[in-house]
């Protein structure tokens, strides 16, 4: 007999695989809760990246704001509710998950039904103001749904369960943005009807999200260990608030003091253009695409390759994810992310040239006409690189934040990230509508095609500028690595090279 036991044979990418999808088995054990909260997670996702695949040429096409200012209501939106997540967890935990999810889901159905009315009664009175009250009144309700979600997902999981259940969640969440991707050219393509009706969906998914709650989400007590749920006694209740907890200010003053938050504050600002390349996709997309192709164009569709690639991918890097150095698999999947930008700048002449020849090839009539094709083969090469660096280092982000936060403070860490990526979002957004009046406006397609507008007055110029600003700061972290990685604590699984 060996003095030494012989070491586990290593996985097979295809074993990790399936011990994936083998890990959901354990949810058999989870409540009717939980699932009612899958249910309303998708329906939830599917009309909110429906709203967002086409909110600037709603504002613009139905209620008949220019680009700048149709800019500002999305930024008032959007940013509104990344700053309200910082204080709609409050509310959940004071109101519970039921009454959220009444307030949430009702707030929004009543907020969408207005939008409704007033783009469909076009001499109302003061009508673009209320409108954009409306998008604010909708913003407290996207913030709490997160929260919710969050929230749900902790309370109907036992320990066994969660980790799969977080997984589900996400899976569920990106099959729901796939599917807004669809809704979208379904209303707008195959019905013939106009973006304020894909908005519209938002009302009957919130009243289905009610219909699921009242029938599934009937309880809020933690789900337990034991298979039961586990109901809090004023005794625990007391218990947990005799607690000792630092003071804010004081984890706030520790945390400035510290040279890891710098260095951490460093990295989140390096990766911003990185990030922002995400607010594209809703901010400038969806009316580059139409401008550019035509009114037909799916951009329900393009926009779902993102989602489908994102879940397809994860899948598929699970084996590979803890192989390699943290640090540079955050750093190189934000450079493919960034380059994403720079498939929109190739001259469409160039790969109208490469689908001409392909589609001499495959015999396909369609490619001849290179105009349409080659931007939207342009933007399908966009959205794959765009996805690929996603699942590479968005997942790594959150441990790099893990292992630079000192013990204790990695919450705090992850909390204060959403500052600065609050105040470049705001920017943005602010600046989307001058962007597209800038390079993107209306008319420019045919100009395109006939070859008569400068670069520095096209499109591909404005990817150009964002792409270089996007890939700026990864390369810059790259070279300041050391430094930026300085008293990390890696994982011995993914701390390799």
């Given amino acids: 007999m060996n003095a030494k036991a012989q070491a586990p044979a290593p996985k097979s990418a295809g074993q990790m695989i399936l011990d994936y999808f083998r890990e959901f088995k354990v949810l058999k054990e989870t409540p009717r809760e939980y699932w009612g909260i899958q249910i309303i997670n998708f ?53 519970g998950i039921r009454k959220s999810l009444w307030i949430a889901m009702l707030t929004r159905a009543l ?28 913003a407290p309700s996207m913030a709490m749904v997160q929260t919710i979600f969050q929230s749900a997902n902790k309370r109907y999981t036992n320990e066994r369960s969660r980790s799969a259940g977080f997984n589900l969640w996400y899976l569920f969440m990106n099959i729901g943005a796939a599917s807004a991707g669809v ?44 298979g039961r749920f586990i109901a809090n006694t004023a005794s625990d209740k007391k218990s947990e608030s005799s607690g000792k907890r630092s003071n804010p200010l004081t984890i706030l003053k520790a945390m400035v003091s510290e040279s890891a938050f710098w260095r951490f504050c460093v990295l989140v600002t390096l990766l911003l253009g990185v990030r922002a390349v995400f607010t594209y996709m809703y901010l400038l997309m969806p ?15 393009l926009n779902t390759i993102n989602p489908v690639l994102i879940v397809a991918g ?27 930008l720079f498939a929109l700048v190739i001259p469409w002449q160039s790969m109208g040239a490469v689908l ?29 690189f765009l996805s690929i660096g996603e699942v590479i280092w968005s997942p790594k982000l959150q441990e790099y934040t893990a292992a630079i936060a000192p013990e204790g403070q990695e919450g705090s860490y992850l909390g204060l990230s959403m500052v600065p990526w609050f105040a470049a979002k705001t920017i943005v957004s602010v600046l989307s509508g001058h962007m597209l009046s800038r390079w993107v406006p209306e008319g420019i397609g045919e100009r395109l095609r006939e070859g008569t507008v400068p670069f520095w007055d096209r ?7 964002l792409g270089l600003v996007a890939l700026a700061g990864p390369i810059l972290a790259l070279i300041f690595q050391r430094w930026l990685t300085k008293g990390a604590r890696w994982h011995k699984a993914s701390a390799g090279h």
């Fill in 43 to 95: 329906l939830d996702c599917t009309a909110y990246f429906a709203l967002l695949n086409i909110v600037t040429l709603f504002l613009s096409n139905q209620i008949g704001l220019d680009d700048n200012n149709a800019g500002y209501i999305v930024t008032l939106f959007t940013s509104l509710t990344t700053i309200l997540l910082l204080f709609s967890g409050l509310a959940t935990d004071s109101l």
């Fill in 111 to 138: 907020a969408t039904l207005a939008v409704v009315f007033l783009a469909t009664t076009p001499d109302f009175p003061y009508r673009v103001p209320l409108v954009a009250a409306c998008f604010v009144a909708m």
């Fill in 183 to 226: 809704l979208v050219d379904v209303v707008r393509l195959k019905l013939g009807l106009s973006t304020t009706w894909v908005i519209g969906t938002g009302m009957i998914t919130s009243f289905l999200c009610l219909g699921v709650m009242l029938a599934m989400v009937r309880r809020e007590e933690q789900f337990g260990d034991d």
């Fill in 287 to 301: 009316k580059y695409w139409t401008r550019v192709m035509g009114e037909n164009a799916a951009i329900g569709t």
């Fill in 314 to 340: 994860l899948i598929l890097f699970i084996p590979f994810a803890n192989k390699f150095n943290i640090f540079k698999m955050l750093v190189y999947g934000a450079m493919v992310s960034a380059l994403s």
């Fill in 356 to 384: 001409g020849g392909l589609g001499n090839a495959l015999g396909v009539s369609w490619l001849a006409n290179d105009f349409v094709p080659s931007y939207y083969a342009m933007s399908v090469l966009c959205m794959i």
């Fill in 459 to 465: 499109p591909e110029a404005m990817w150009l500028i």
